[in-house]
């Protein structure tokens, strides 16, 4: 079992930066594991990815300006997320997963979520 934990969210103006963490209960540096956000009203979208081998995949609406990492020795995963916009406010959630999804940003691949945390970008 793992246990996810985000923490980081908060509340900037279009233009800034945040970083997002993802800690979690057990030892994951063979996951995969992703960030997804839902905004109200819509749908939770994957946001970007990482596997065991730190290869990694963005949404075409976060390329340059999000960058996901994460550092083994500490079971964290984080999400640096700059040059941010209104349409960028959501709740974020970490995801993970052992085996390799064959969509990184479907939601049925991940079997262990986060509570998520909220970001909320004005303008």
């Known amino acids: 079992q793992v246990a996810l934990v985000e923490s980081g969210g908060g509340s900037v103006q279009a233009g800034g930066s945040l970083r997002l963490s993802c800690a979690a209960s057990?030892?994951?540096?063979?996951?995969?594991m992703a960030w997804f956000r839902q905004a109200p009203g819509k749908e939770r979208e994957g946001v970007a990815s990482i596997d065991s081998d730190s290869n990694t995949s963005y949404a075409d609406s976060v390329k340059g300006r999000f960058t996901i990492s994460k550092d083994n020795a500490k079971n964290t995963l984080y999400l640096q997320m700059n040059s941010l916009k209104p349409e960028d406010t959501a709740f974020y959630y970490c995801?993970?997963?052992?085996?390799?999804?064959?969509?990184?940003?479907?939601?049925?691949?991940?079997?262990?979520w986060g509570q998520g945390t909220q970001v909320t970008v004005s303008s």
């Open positions: 995801a993970a997963d052992l085996f390799r999804p064959d969509e990184p940003f479907l939601l049925i691949e991940y079997n262990y």
């Open positions: 057990g030892y994951t540096y063979n996951y995969y």
